[in-house]
């Protein structure tokens, strides 16, 4: 069995910082991309950040320039550095990963964990 577990969120002021963590453990032969999403009250969820298996990343164009994604293969884990936070960015992030595991390839998705930008 595949588990994704976050971890980071928590509040923060304004123009502070926060990183997030997230880690994938169980059957895992490999993994593909990784990303964060995030999801705010009466909204969709939404693209934050993706980074692909070689390193290559994507942002949404609101986080460009403040928020940073990157991962370690060796521990399976990907993070998101937060920097300048802006009271917009409030939402449940949640961590997401393409992984081939014992039983095929599909999409997984982490519990999320809530990020609260205080003014």
């Known amino acids: 069995q595949v588990q994704l577990v976050e971890s980071g969120g928590g509040l923060v002021q304004a123009g502070g910082s926060l990183r997030l963590s997230c880690a994938v453990s169980?059957?895992?032969?490999?993994?593909?991309?990784m990303g964060w999403y995030r999801q705010a009250p009466g909204k969709q969820r939404e693209l934050v950040a993706v980074i692909t298996s070689v390193g290559s990343t994507n942002y949404a164009d609101s986080v460009k320039g403040r928020f940073t994604i990157s991962r370690a293969n060796a521990k399976n884990t990907v993070y998101l550095q937060m920097n300048s936070p802006k009271p917009e960015d409030t939402a449940v992030y949640y961590c997401n990963a393409h992984i081939i595991a014992t039983m095929g390839l599909r999409d997984y998705w982490g519990q999320g964990t809530q990020v609260t930008v205080s003014s």
């Open positions: 169980g059957s895992i032969l490999s993994i593909n991309a």
